[in-house]
């Protein structure tokens, strides 16, 4: 049975079954919970189990109390922050021109705007970070995020609520001006949660995809950026990292992978010469 009927019929009974409002409010709710806590929670175990540890970027491990309260914090700040935006951003979505009614739209147009979605985030996302990180927003705001000095995959959505409205709205602001479907909406939500889990993880595996996409991020990319302090992190990106690249606020990161490769024939003496004149992250939640 072909996928395009499968995907019709489900999609047909969803919309025969739940109101516009149901399905973009609590449907989309209900599937950010689901991605979010089935992508990130296996993290935890890994970590606790001390399994793929050769992959791992960091040797220190949190403690069960430290992600024990991450999940708290993260269940309070969906229902009281996450699941609020949502049913009042429902008018705006619907005003735009959001629909979820049939036909679906083709694939085609489906990855034009995921595209254009990735590209808008990127740079929206990549200043707004950068504001964090000035004294006073880091100190009352973004500090909360890098309580996690070596992060797990649920540190992702791990901040402070005012930081949760300033740079979620990079995440929103695509489909907001572009009214796409709701299937469309769903499959960028998928995928930004999928991406920032990982980029949180804190293993970087043959697998990864920043092994095989150009400029992708990913784990070993924003595990730098959590060792550091807020004033030499840098590596501000979202997903894809060409506005590091472009800024320089990636020379840091640059030059020490280029350390590594040599350290492998000195005996990592440049590296460790490095990295002791570096400041790094107290972890507070170990």
């Known amino acids: 049975m072909p996928m395009a009927f499968l995907l019709q019929s489900g999609w047909l009974y969803l919309i025969t079954h739940f109101s516009d409002f149901q399905l973009a409010c609590l449907g989309s709710f209900f599937l950010h919970e689901s991605v979010f806590f089935l992508s990130g929670l296996p993290f935890i175990y890994i970590e606790r189990a001390g399994w793929l540890s050769k992959y791992k970027i ?11 309260k991450c999940i708290t914090r993260l269940l309070l700040y969906h229902f ?23 036909p ?10 995921i595209i254009f979605y990735f590209i808008l985030e990127d740079f929206v996302f990549y200043w707004g970070h950068r504001i964090l990180h000035t004294k006073w927003l880091y100190k009352n705001v973004h500090s909360v995020h890098h309580e996690y000095a070596t992060p797990f995959g ?30 469309t909406l769903w499959l960028w939500m998928v995928l930004r949660v999928l991406e920032t889990v990982e980029a949180h993880c804190g ?14 991020g990913g784990a070993d990319f924003h595990d730098y950026h959590h060792r550091l302090l807020y004033t030499k992190s840098g590596n501000y990106s979202s ?3 060409y506005m590091d ?32 004149n570096l400041s790094y992250e107290k972890d507070p939640a170990n």
Not at 58 to 68: L, R, Y
Not at 91 to 99: A, D, E, I, L
Request: charge should be positive.
């Open 245 to 276: 690249w472009i800024f320089g606020t990636d020379k840091g990161y640059r030059k020490l992978k280029g350390l590594k490769s040599t350290g492998v024939e000195n005996g990592g003496k440049q590296i460790c010469f490095f990295l002791n």
């Open 203 to 216: 293993y970087h595996f043959p697998w990864s995809l920043s092994n095989f996409i150009p400029l992708y």
């Open 58 to 68: 960091q040797t220190k491990n949190n403690s069960p109390a430290a992600q024990e």
């Open 239 to 241: 997903t894809f990292v």
């Open 104 to 113: 679906l739209p083709s694939w085609k147009v489906v990855l034009i705007q």
């Open 80 to 102: 009281g922050v996450n699941l609020p935006v949502m049913l009042f951003s429902y008018p705006v979505f619907k005003y735009m021109g959001m629909q979820s009614s049939l």
């Open 154 to 183: 649920l540190t992702s959505e791990y901040a402070h609520p005012a930081e949760i409205l300033f740079l979620g709205f990079a995440t929103i602001i695509g489909p907001a001006i572009t009214g796409p479907h709701l299937i």
